[in-house]
């Protein structure tokens, strides 16, 4: 960092460490405020509690940050835009508003001043778990790869039970580096297994590698989650044809085919899983395990059904 800007940093951090605290009443009120912001079932509530923390402390920034979020939540972020601009004003330091600021600038479209408070936040504290996700998360979306698994990989280190290691494997596939994005992939799974982004990649990759079984039981558990997706289901068929089982792969992949009855990829495997029924079992005699694939097709489309409409 420049000396001049961490002398500015510091000097900000000082004066923020002066400011004096507010009344009992007036911090309460904020308590209140944020409290039911952050429940999310009483906005109405927060805004009263939090304008009355302002009506006692004009000065508070922390209730005008709050009261921000309350505004974009309602409103989006042109009407907060004061609230959180007065925060920061009060409180230069206060690393939490440029990231909740950034965050709301972001979803605005605003990129560049986004990436201006998430780097004012990280120059406040480098190791901000959320800044350095959101900034990198942001670099992603303007193509710089670099930038983005650096502070990604910083992001991993402070908290590692975060969803950065998603993302990094979205990038490292990207990339076509596959042994990062597995093994990205993976950490991901292991702190959130019910993550269907994450398994539904990772089934790709076995299969692309040629071990259809793995891929096979990560479609499988993917089709547990979401039951009507037709990538998963033409993976998974096209897993099954890859194992050798042809009753299964035509089942699962005329599913798919329902799903997405112009993808030349599952209409291509559909064709050549009929082919090799037939060619196992001799034709007319083929005709009872593709009439057992059909019954399995719409034992799928029945699942997915009453996975819609318990």
């Known amino acids: 960092m420049h000396p001049l800007t961490l002398h500015a940093v510091l000097l900000v951090a000082t004066l923020d460490a002066v400011v004096t605290p507010p009344s009992q009443d ?59 601009e007065t925060a920061l004003k009060l409180r230069p330091a206060m690393k939490e508003a440029h990231r909740h600021f950034g965050e709301a600038l972001a979803d605005s479209g605003e990129i560049s001043a986004a990436e201006a408070h998430y780097r004012q936040a990280l120059a406040l504290d480098p190791r901000y778990p959320e800044a350095l996700y959101l900034l990198g998360k942001l670099l992603r979306g303007k193509g710089d790869l670099d930038g983005a698994v650096k502070l990604l990989e910083a992001h991993a280190t402070v908290a590692p039970k975060g969803s950065s290691h998603h993302v990094l494997g979205e990038i490292f596939l990207e990339r076509g580096d596959d042994a990062r994005a597995e093994k990205e992939l993976e950490l991901d799974l292991a702190i959130d297994g019910a993550c269907y982004e994450s398994r539904v990649n990772l089934a790709g990759l076995a299969l692309s590698r040629g071990d259809a079984t793995k891929a096979a039981r990560e479609y499988e558990i993917s089709l547990t989650y979401h039951p009507a997706d037709a990538r998963s289901l033409s993976g998974l068929g096209r897993a099954y044809l890859a194992l050798g089982d042809h009753e299964k792969a035509v089942g699962v992949l005329r599913s798919a085919l329902d799903l997405a009855p112009h993808d ?45 409409h318990p």
């Open 264 to 308: 030349a990829q599952v209409q291509d495997a559909l064709a050549s899983a009929r082919r090799h029924l037939r060619l196992s079992l001799g034709w007319p005699l083929a005709i009872v395990p593709t009439a057992i694939a059909a019954a399995l097709a719409v034992y799928v489309a029945m699942s997915r059904r009453s996975a819609h």
């Open 26 to 84: 007036a911090q309460a009120a904020f308590e209140r405020g944020r409290r039911l912001y952050e429940l999310g079932d009483d906005l109405k509530g927060a805004r009263t509690s939090l304008d009355e923390a302002l009506k006692l402390r004009p000065d508070y920034a922390e209730a005008y940050l709050y009261r921000a979020l309350v505004t974009q939540h309602d409103h989006g972020v042109a009407a907060a835009r004061s609230d959180f």
